[in-house]
């Protein structure tokens, strides 16, 4: 367990990862800060992301990134499995700064890096696998009376590119 601490309402640490269960901490929110890099100018509807390599990590952290980020790729993970690929979330912090969001590294090179060099047939494929994606998240359903447009908590869905 992350040697923080947090109440039900600004904190979700998934003890059930593989990483929590391993019996490893996560970072604390001084560790992530301090993983910054130097002289990064920062706006606030842009995360900023820092690597933890030993621990396999990817943390994401500003005041836009949201609970229900963290709630929806664990959900994507928990009902599609490998269909979808989603990186596993270990937790979530929110502290009088920002909040924190702590996923599995995947790495690799980037489709937009990627792209250029793909042959027709290659870019095919990702046309396809793009499709499946879809198709897999067409099949998630809402629980009957339980209907909703909005956040994965029944909240509102903040949208920054609105404020």
Do not use: C
């Not at 998630?140 to 339980?146: A, F, P, S, T």
């Amino acid at each position: 367990m992350a040697e923080f601490t947090g109440t039900a309402n600004d904190a979700l640490y998934y003890t059930n990862s593989t990483l929590l269960r391993s019996r490893y901490r996560l970072p604390t929110p001084q560790e992530v800060r301090a993983g910054a890099p130097v002289g990064l100018k920062r706006g606030r509807y842009v995360a900023t992301n820092v690597i933890f390599p030993l621990l396999n990590i990817f943390v994401k952290f500003g005041p836009s990134v949201l609970q229900s980020e963290a709630e929806s790729l664990r959900f994507v993970r928990e009902k599609l499995g490998n269909r979808v690929p989603v990186p596993e979330v270990y937790g979530w912090y929110q502290d009088s700064k920002e909040a924190i969001l702590f996923m599995d590294l995947v790495e690799g090179i980037t489709l937009q890096e990627q792209w250029p060099s793909l042959s027709r047939e290659e870019k095919e494929g990702v046309y396809q696998d793009i499709k499946g994606i879809v198709e897999a998240l067409r099949t998630l359903r809402q629980d009957k009376g339980r209907e909703f447009i909005g956040a994965i908590s029944h909240g509102p869905l903040p949208e920054n590119a609105f404020k």
